[in-house]
């Protein structure tokens, strides 16, 4: 008998924690699916774009995935950069950067920085630029990402 107790015990203890699991889940495939839509749209069609970001943003702050809230950001200061709101556009990159510094994701960082150079290349402060730009090509060098460090390059 006290081990059918201890069994019955286990299984309730068990089943809310499988279902938050499931729900986690879940949770990240659909982020993942709107983080996916949202690169679709980026350049091609800003409301579709914003609306499927800002519903992104929700989910991972509610799962609490800093990675992709900085990419999220990451992406926001891309479509505010393509749309030409400047202003807006650091504000996010300048958030990615942040977060990407805390959970030390060096390739987020690089992206984040690389908006901003080409924020400040557009505003004619070349100097602040070239220094950023050779700072994303010093990351995108140790991480190995020739695609990268050629991006930097170009800009």
């Known amino acids: 008998m006290p081990n059918f107790i201890l069994l019955i015990s286990l299984i309730w203890a068990f089943i809310p924690l499988q279902q938050e699991t499931s729900t986690k889940m879940e949770s990240e495939v659909i982020l993942d699916s709107l983080i996916q839509k949202s690169e679709q749209y980026l350049y091609v069609e800003w409301d579709s774009a914003f609306a499927y970001l800002t519903k992104a943003d929700s989910v991972a702050r509610l799962i609490e995935d800093e990675n ?3 990419k999220i950001a990451n992406l926001f200061g891309t479509l505010y ?7 807006e556009s650091i504000k996010y990159y300048s ?8 959970t030390q994701d060096e390739s987020g960082l690089s992206y984040a920085l690389n908006g901003r150079g080409l924020i400040y290349l557009s505003q004619n402060e070349l100097e602040k630029a070239i220094e950023i730009f050779n700072r994303c090509i010093e990351i995108n060098k140790k991480l190995g990402d020739s695609y990268g460090v050629g991006r930097n390059y170009f800009n």
């Not at 950069?81 to 202003?87: A, Q, R």
Request: glycine share 12%.
């Open 68 to 70: 992709k809230t900085g």
């Open 81 to 87: 950069y393509v749309e030409g709101d400047y202003v």
């Open 95 to 102: 958030l990615a950067s942040e977060i990407f510094k805390n």
